[in-house]
């Protein structure tokens, strides 16, 4: 078993070092090469947000940076900074190619309301079976939904069982949605996913997520050694 993972992991990075990372927007000159390289139990940093002043998608776009790695069970996993100083609506998606650069699938997330600084990590479902490499493209605009990233408290931790992660509520109003992820890692290697959604989380009450540990394509499980916890959305509709 111990083998047979040390190959798939090897295959892994064999395929990340081809990979792209790119800011799909006329005039987006930030871009990011190679495999995410994040460790340690780290909370995602909790940012402000509102409605906002008008500014150009071209704007936004320049002070986004992604990156993408994937796990044992061959699913992609992107990851994304939001440097602006204002919440953004985010869509990132995902192109696949062989060795030949011919298309072979693609995949898209979209995210509302990321907050000021925070970086986010989802996972591509339709992630292909079989690809060389690709290429991450992420377009953003100002959020019209209110933001609730400084308003919330992350804690965490590993049961034995999986990751218990609880964010609070800490603002006046009812959240309507809150997302979390979860990247497990061996040493610097991503190799697991995992990621959860409450709604209607009140003033002063939590959102509550077990987070299972990962598995590999064989369903065994994968050995972590540590794991980061990401705050993906926290949002309610501005109506």
């Given at each position: 078993?111990?083998k047979?993972?040390?190959?798939?992991?090897?295959?892994?990075?064999?395929v990340?070092?081809?990979a792209?990372?790119?800011?799909k927007?006329?005039?987006?000159?930030?871009?990011?090469?190679?495999?995410?390289?994040?460790?340690?139990?780290?909370?995602?940093?909790?940012s402000?947000?509102?409605n906002?002043?008008?500014?150009?998608?071209t704007?936004?776009e320049?002070?986004?940076?992604?990156?993408?790695?994937?796990?044992a069970l061959?699913?992609?996993?992107?990851f994304?900074?939001?440097?602006?100083s204002?919440?953004?609506?985010?869509?990132?998606?995902v192109?696949?190619?062989?060795a030949?650069?011919?298309?072979?699938?693609?995949?898209?997330?979209e995210?509302q309301?990321?907050?000021?600084?925070?970086?986010?990590?989802?996972?591509?479902w339709?992630?292909?079976?079989s690809f060389?490499?690709?290429?991450?493209?992420v377009?953003?605009?100002?959020?019209?939904?209110i933001?609730?990233?400084?308003?919330?408290?992350?804690?965490?931790?590993?049961?034995?069982?999986?990751?218990a992660?609880?964010?609070?509520?800490?603002?006046?109003?009812?959240i309507?949605?809150?997302?979390?992820?979860?990247?497990?890692y061996?040493?610097?290697?991503v190799?697991g996913?995992?990621?959860?959604?409450?709604?209607?989380?009140?003033?002063?009450?939590s959102?509550?997520?077990?987070?299972?540990?990962?598995?590999?394509?064989?369903?065994?499980?994968?050995?972590?050694?540590?794991y980061?916890?990401?705050?993906?959305?926290?949002?309610?509709?501005n109506?």
């Amino acid at each position: 078993m111990r083998k047979k993972l040390l190959t798939m992991m090897l295959l892994l990075v064999f395929v990340i070092a081809f990979a792209g990372c790119g800011v799909k927007a006329t005039g987006g000159s930030n871009t990011a090469t190679g495999s995410n390289t994040s460790t340690g139990t780290n909370s995602n940093d909790n940012s402000t947000g509102a409605n906002t002043p008008q500014v150009s998608a071209t704007d936004l776009e320049e002070n986004i940076t992604c990156s993408g790695a994937i796990t044992a069970l061959g699913k992609f996993v992107a990851f994304a900074t939001n440097g602006n100083s204002i919440p953004v609506d985010m869509e990132i998606e995902v192109e696949f190619y062989d060795a030949s650069g011919t298309i072979v699938g693609s995949a898209n997330e979209e995210l509302q309301a990321v907050g000021e600084n925070a970086e986010v990590a989802v996972d591509m479902w339709s992630t292909p079976e079989s690809f060389d490499n690709y290429k991450i493209y992420v377009d953003v605009k100002a959020t019209d939904e209110i933001s609730y990233f400084d308003k919330l408290n992350l804690t965490h931790s590993d049961n034995g069982e999986n990751v218990a992660v609880q964010v609070t509520n800490n603002s006046d109003e009812t959240i309507d949605y809150i997302t979390v992820g979860v990247v497990y890692y061996q040493g610097d290697t991503v190799v697991g996913y995992g990621d959860g959604i409450e709604s209607d989380v009140k003033p002063g009450r939590s959102a509550n997520y077990n987070i299972y540990y990962p598995y590999g394509s064989d369903y065994n499980d994968v050995t972590f050694d540590n794991y980061k916890v990401f705050i993906n959305e926290a949002y309610s509709y501005n109506w």
